[in-house]
């Protein structure tokens, strides 16, 4: 089982639509969660950390389900703009150097 | 005023040589890493260095070498290219003694194709 899971996608959606992406991990000493954006061709970008009570950013919603093991997202009234790969990203020991990546859900928003 | 910077963008080379990629962050970060993105965008770790020390070493082939002169600069040689080694390569840095601090800043890619 991979340490980070994610649907592939591609997720396709017209502006303006609520899109959600789950993602699950396997090493319930899991410490930190985050959201990175992949734009195609670029370089990672940190969207959001996740907290244990969910977090919002604008128009992003994080949530965090310890007992199930998995991470989500949610961005509502979706724009061309939101395009790209989201990187679901867990760390298990508290350093940058332990970060373990998923290998990301891409969302292609359409209009 | 790029704050992870690293060169070259793109390098194709034949199997066989050896390259080396650069990168520079002016950030101020103790800490600088190596990641590398395969065909399926699976990104993983290979080195990490705080402050010129190794600290990560992933289970990389010795053919790969970081040399970091200071803790600005984390360079990646490569050594006798291998098909396989065709990837992304990208260089991170984040602040904090060992990465404690885990935000990571990446550098834009370079992208390495061995024929």
């Known amino acids: 089982r991979k340490e980070v899971e994610q649907d592939p996608g591609p997720f396709n959606v017209p502006e303006g639509a609520t899109v959600a992406f789950n993602c699950t991990y396997s090493?319930?000493?899991?410490?930190?969660f985050f959201w990175y954006r992949q734009d195609c061709r670029k370089e990672p970008k940190l969207l959001m950390s996740?907290?244990?009570s969910g977090n919002e950013d604008g128009r992003f919603t994080a949530q965090l389900n310890r007992a199930s093991q998995y991470i989500s997202l949610l961005i509502r009234d979706s724009k061309l703009s939101d395009s790209a790969t989201y990187l679901c990203?867990?760390?298990?020991?508290?350093?940058?150097?332990?970060?373990?990546f998923g290998t990301g859900t891409r969302l292609q928003v359409t209009l | 005023d790029t704050a992870v910077s690293q060169t070259p963008k793109y390098l194709v080379t034949q199997m066989g040589n050896d390259k080396s990629i650069k990168c520079e962050q002016n950030?101020?970060?103790?800490?600088m890493y190596w990641y590398k993105q395969d065909s399926k965008k699976f990104l993983k770790i290979m080195f990490s260095?705080?402050?010129?020390?190794?600290?990560i070493n992933e289970t990389v082939p010795n053919r790969f070498s970081p040399k970091s002169p200071d803790k600005a600069h984390l360079n990646l040689h490569i050594n006798s290219l291998e098909l396989g080694d065709s990837a992304v390569y990208f260089c991170?840095?984040?602040?904090?003694?060992?990465?404690?601090?885990?935000?990571?800043?990446f550098g834009s890619g370079t992208q390495l194709s061995v024929l």
């Open positions: 991170a840095s984040s602040q904090g003694r060992r990465g404690s601090n885990e935000k990571l800043f």
């Open positions: 090493n319930s000493a899991s410490q930190s």
């Open positions: 996740v907290y244990s």
């Open positions: 990203v867990v760390n298990w020991a508290g350093t940058a150097s332990k970060l373990t």
């Open positions: 950030l101020g970060h103790d800490t």
């Open positions: 260095y705080n402050n010129k020390e190794l600290i």
